[in-house]
Structures are given as C-alpha cells and as structure tokens.
C-alpha cells in the first residue's frame, strides 16, 4: 500500500509539474514559491507585483494555506497543504497587504506585499470592460473605448487553480471580444488583458 501511495503521489507531482509549466509559457506573469513544513513557510514575507502567481509547496507535516486580512475586492483562500494535496496557487489581482496562516498550527504565518505599480501603463487598457458580471454563458471584453492604435491584445483566462482555460489575440481595431463560458465550472477565474507592456486582471465570477 505505501509504495501505491508513494506512485499516486509522484504521479500528481508530475500532473502538477507539467500544468505548472504549461502555464509559466502561456503567462507573463511571475510565480512565487513559498514552502510550508513543521517550521511554517519560507520565505515568510513575499513581495509580488498585480498578475503574479503565489505557489505554496508542501514539504513536511499537515497544514493549510488560509487568507486572514487581504486588500478589499481580492479573493480569499482556504487549502489544504498535504502529502495527497501538495500544491496551491493564487493569482494576485490586487494591491496591497495579504495576511495568511496554517489554520492546524497557532503561529505559523506570512505576509505577501502586492505594489500598485506591479502593471505598467495601465492606462492604455484602463477603458476595457468586462461584463456581465457575474456571468453564465459568454464573457464579453470591451474594447470600444480602447484606443485603436493600443495593437494586437492578448486575452488569457485562467481558473483560480491557475490553469489556463482560454487564449486568444486581438487585432487592434476590434471592438469586442466574446468568450462563451457556458460549459465552463461555476467560480472564480482571471481574464487578464496584455498589450505591449501593459497588462490588465479581472476577476470573473461564472455562475452556472
């Protein structure tokens, strides 16, 4: 039975890898690793820019990797971090301060400091909308009060394990785009929105 466990285990570890790696090449953004074993997670203080993934990683023992105060409008969390669940991510969508904790052991804390400057030239996409919000059959990204000479966009959509979902570019001039989520899982996901050096994150409630 333990070596069937210690297969399992491995397997999921290669899953994750791979989904892990997909990702990184499919996102601009970076990803943070934070450890968690009998001593609590390292690095305790992690300092991440808007678009960035946190990834916590198990290493020893039972825990859990739980929101405590996070910026207003940013999404709680609450995961397990075991030998049979190793991994969680989260993608920052907003500045500020986010406090977390191991809810199995009193003290076991960390910090994650999001600068509001982590997108540059915001301002070239600050006009896209997205609606509706919540949404049940397609998302439509606005770019009608774009700027027609913003370019070809990106448009990524990820769910909140961080796997990407959707992908597609937009030449400059197109007015909006309409992504049909209607056989997508009900839940929290992230439309991220790239142009150049600009960058964009929204998150998305589908309801079913």
């Given amino acids: 039975m333990g ?4 297969l399992r285990a491995a397997c999921r570890a290669i899953i994750f890898a791979v989904l892990l790696s997909f990702f990184c090449l499919t996102a ?3 990803v943070h690793n934070i450890t968690i074993d009998n001593t ?3 690095p305790f203080t992690t300092n991440a820019n808007i678009g960035d993934t946190i990834l ?3 290493q020893a023992g039972t825990h859990t990797t739980t929101s405590g105060n996070v910026p207003v409008g940013a999404a709680t969390w609450n995961a ?3 030998s049979a669940s190793p991994n969680f991510m989260y993608i920052i969508t907003t500045a500020g301060t986010y406090n977390y904790f191991c809810s199995v052991h009193v003290g076991m804390t960390g910090i994650i400091n999001v600068a509001a400057s982590g997108v540059q030239n915001l301002d070239v996409l600050e006009t896209v909308s997205f609606y509706p919000q919540p949404c ?3 998302l439509i990204v ?3 009060k774009t700027e027609s000479t913003a370019g070809v966009k990106n448009i990524e959509l990820v769910n909140y394990s961080g796997q990407l979902v959707y992908s597609s570019l937009v030449n400059a001039g197109i007015q909006s785009l309409h992504i049909d989520v209607a056989d997508m899982p009900s839940g ?3 439309c991220t929105v790239s142009v150049a050096n600009s960058r964009r994150v929204i998150k998305v409630i589908k309801d079913r």
């Fill in 56 to 58: 916590w990683t198990w």
């Fill in 136 to 138: 049940s059959k397609e």
């Fill in 40 to 42: 609590g997670f390292s």
């Fill in 188 to 190: 929290i996901y992230f």
């Fill in 28 to 30: 601009s953004a970076t």
């Fill in 3 to 6: 070596t069937v466990y210690a």
């Fill in 80 to 82: 397990p971090l075991t």
């Fill in 142 to 144: 606005d770019f009608s």
